[in-house]
């Protein structure tokens, strides 16, 4: 199983950026997925999570300003980010709970893709 991360970039303060992350390979289904964040000197953070049935989650710095969303015929999560501050500048990781066909039920990580946020 594959996660592949894209959508990361350079945008000034107040842009929006879209981040997608596609999972591959021997997929039966996958539970939860989610974004997470790694600034420099920091440590990863959560930033949104959503279930199979779509209920969300979110940490209280994107509240309002971020929204996570999935695709499940795609097995892709997406992350809208609205109004973006120089904070939200890091690495974007995506993560999924993935029952495979053969081996189990495994916790994947995407490769990272960053966001750049400045003027």
């Known amino acids: 199983v594959q996660l592949q991360a894209s959508g990361g970039g350079l945008v000034q303060p107040g842009g929006s950026l879209r981040l997608s992350c596609a999972a591959s390979?021997?997929?039966?289904?996958?539970?939860?997925m989610g974004w997470y964040r790694q600034a420099p000197g920091k440590q990863r953070e959560l930033v949104a999570t959503i279930t199979g049935d779509g209920s969300t989650n979110y940490a209280d710095s994107v509240k309002g300003r971020f929204t996570i969303s999935r695709d499940n015929a795609k097995n892709t999560v997406y992350l809208q980010m609205n109004s973006l501050k120089p904070e939200d500048t890091a690495v974007y990781y995506c993560?999924?709970?993935?029952?495979?066909?053969?081996?189990?039920?495994?916790?994947?990580w995407g490769q990272g893709t960053q966001v750049t946020v400045s003027s």
């Open positions: 390979g021997s997929i039966a289904s996958i539970y939860g």
């Open positions: 993560n999924a709970d993935v029952i495979t066909i053969v081996a189990g039920r495994f916790d994947y």
